[in-house]
């Protein structure tokens, strides 16, 4: 309580002192390492090197950063003072702290994820503590602007996320890596893995549930790589990527020269990029993968349970993804999986989906700070 008193009247002062139209602050989970939507923006302005100062918000100074970005750590007197100043905030969550934003600074929030198959924020209904949905609701107040990578998005951000300002539908920043090059990346992640060149990945993505328990990620690692060998053919192997809510070490498996660990790999997207297939439960990369026409697979053993708690944005029947609700199923969705089936399913849901990605939206996205912070 001290300490929030302490920061509120930080605040308080640092709110009288002028704005700085050319100093942008960057935060990646309110303080975590250089990822997700926000680096890619972050990147295209050194990239185009923009005359603005770059903040990053980082509760670690030993993780790597480029250094043209100045960190800062969350929640102190410091961040208060250049949150307070900056012309620009670009957050990819919630602000679950005090602020007070001023007219003349430029709020983008950019989410850190496209659609997916459970319901978020509003929608998500008593999913929500009310402690989060007050934070929310303050939060959405503040911005200025929110990105959408497809027309099904902005509608459910309509519906669920407090706002009724612009969205910009220019794809997501972090999906912009998925139209360059691919080769590269993909030899730089078999490289890192010390993996063959033809070696063929599958990358087990779940997301996380509000109890923090793992009770339900029990899938059979192994036989789903037998699986896929008799099915596609090939040398296969399995990066397991666990949730950054998810303390990856508290999840028992047995790692083995073919199943490796990857949640300390410290860009998730460049993982996604160099993958064959994905294995997911409700994380929106299954729909990134159906976006790039990859085989995705959806593995959910409290499927009912979610649906009851936070409910579906589409039906099963909408996904051209094979979905298993236990390790059995899963392993006949991978042996049975028909490559005519999954376009003929895919056809119809990027048609509902409309998307917009197109691998400038990092680019959009400075050219709106430039034009707004003159």
């Avoid at 902005?154 to 539908?169: L, N």
């Avoid at 360059?180 to 063959?196: A, F, K, S, V």
Wanted: hydrophobic content about 35%.
């Amino acid at each position: 309580r001290l300490h929030n008193f302490y920061i509120w009247l930080v605040w308080q002062i640092c709110y009288l002192l002028p704005v700085d139209q050319h100093k942008i602050v960057f935060s990646n989970f309110n303080g975590g390492g250089f990822g997700d939507n926000a680096r890619y923006i972050a990147e295209e302005c050194i990239r185009r090197k923009i005359p603005y100062k770059l903040y990053w918000v980082c509760s670690n100074p030993a993780l790597p950063f480029p250094k043209e970005l100045n960190l800062v750590p969350p929640n102190t007197a410091a961040f208060v003072y250049h949150m307070a100043t900056a012309g620009c905030w670009v957050d990819t969550t919630r602000k679950l702290y005090y602020f007070k934003k001023k007219k003349n600074q430029t709020y983008i929030h950019t989410w850190h994820a496209g659609p997916g198959l459970k319901k978020i924020e509003r929608d998500a209904g008593s999913g929500l503590t009310d402690k989060y949905v007050r934070y929310a609701q303050r939060d959405s107040k503040a911005i200025d602007l929110l990105l959408s990578n497809c027309r099904f998005w902005t509608q459910c951000f309509r519906s669920c996320f407090w706002y009724d300002g612009p969205i910009m539908e220019k794809g997501l920043p972090k999906n912009d890596l998925y139209f360059q090059d691919q080769e590269p990346l993909r030899r730089m992640i078999r490289e890192y893995y010390g993996l063959p060149m033809d070696a063929k990945i599958v990358l087990y993505v779940p997301t996380w549930r509000e109890n923090r328990k793992l009770h339900v990620y029990h899938l059979d690692f192994e036989k789903c790589l037998e699986a896929f060998t008799t099915r596609f053919g090939g040398d296969w192997y399995m990066l397991v990527r666990m949730h950054p809510n998810v303390n990856a070490a508290d999840f028992d498996i047995h790692y083995t020269d073919r199943i490796l660990n990857a949640s300390p790999y410290p860009n998730s997207q460049e993982l996604l990029a160099a993958g064959d297939v994905v294995i997911t439960d409700y994380s929106s990369c299954g729909f990134d993968y159906i976006q790039l026409d990859r085989p995705s697979f959806l593995y959910a053993e409290d499927y009912d349970q979610m649906k009851r708690d936070k409910g579906y944005y589409l039906e099963l029947s909408d996904l051209p993804t094979p979905i298993a609700f236990n390790n059995a199923q899963m392993l006949k969705n991978i042996l049975d999986y028909s490559e005519e089936e999954y376009e003929q399913k895919r056809e119809v849901f990027m048609q509902k989906m409309q998307y917009y990605d197109d691998g400038h939206a990092s680019e959009a996205v400075v050219n709106y700070i430039l034009e707004h912070t003159k």
